[in-house]
């Protein structure tokens, strides 16, 4: 099995089993994102404890990147501190904007690195980043204390 095979396997695991779809309570900041070249749109919520994210959930409607890339960022970043977050959406987001020539780091970004093959696609970016986008709203909205970099 070659490696984009294994990535697209990663990618449609995600999108059919979401991991921590369906709004949750209680949550401190709820944000709902679309992006309309795709007709994507997610309603997402977060929760923060201090410094720590406690909880991410989400309803969420449109393509598999869309929906597989939020399952997958829920994953890596529940029970992470915001700072440390904050740092890893901007690790995916260069590898996101990197055209795939940005590899990413795997032992960091987890399932995420499977994306690297849809940064090639700049039509498909925006899906891949809509629910990072919304977290970032999220936890700003929700009072956190984000890096000037992440806002």
Not at 21 to 41: I, K, T
Not at 64 to 82: C, E, F, K, N, W
Not at 140 to 147: C, I, N, P, T, V
């Amino acid at each position: 099995m070659s490696i984009e095979a294994m990535y697209q396997d990663i990618i449609l695991d995600h999108y059919h089993e979401k991991h921590h779809a369906g709004l949750r309570e209680p949550y401190g900041a709820e944000v709902h994102h679309v992006n309309p070249s795709c007709g994507d749109e997610i309603t997402l919520r977060a929760a923060i404890d201090g410094d720590t994210i406690t909880d991410i959930s989400y309803e969420a409607e449109g393509c598999s990147i869309s929906q597989a890339s939020v399952s997958v960022m829920a994953d890596l970043l529940i029970g992470r501190d915001i700072t440390d977050s904050m740092a890893l959406f901007e690790e995916f987001r260069t590898m996101m904007e990197g055209q795939g020539k940005v590899p990413g780091d795997e032992d960091r970004l987890e399932d995420g690195i499977a994306f690297v093959g849809v940064a090639q696609f700049p039509a498909r970016v925006k899906c891949a980043m809509l629910g990072w986008s919304a977290l970032r709203d999220a936890l700003a909205r929700a009072g956190a204390e984000l890096s000037p970099t992440a806002q």
